[in-house]
Nanobody
């Protein structure tokens, strides 16, 4: 059974920092075979915050470029999101996900709440 679990969210003042972590377990493929990333949800759509593709290319959402850094540890099946210079508009639930073109399903965590006060 695949489990994806996020941690590290919390309440922080504007300008502050947080580090989110995500651990995936029970995956069928090796961790480096997956595209992994952090996402937010809006009505009817999924918003990409940051992702690392299986070829190790990295993509960021426009609103977080220069402020957020995604990384992963393949040996530990972990994904990280270092968030600095946080803004109130960053407030949201952040979801971790992993998917592979070699599998039918993608895997999502339940999310971790990030709240940035002004």
């Amino acid at each position: 059974q695949v489990q994806v679990v996020e941690s590290g969210g919390g309440l922080v003042e504007a300008g502050g920092s947080l580090r989110l972590s995500c651990t995936a377990s029970g995956l069928t493929l090796t961790f480096d075979a997956y595209t992994v990333g952090w996402f937010r949800q809006a009505p009817g759509k999924v918003l990409r915050v940051a992702q690392i593709d299986s070829d190790n290319s990295i993509q960021y959402g426009d609103s977080v470029k220069g402020r957020f850094t995604i990384s992963k540890d393949n040996a530990k099946n972990k994904i990280y999101l270092q968030m600095v210079s946080l803004k109130p508009e960053d407030t949201d639930v952040y979801y971790c996900a992993a998917c592979s073109s070699r599998e039918t399903l993608g895997y999502w965590g339940r999310g971790t709440q990030v709240t940035v006060s002004s």
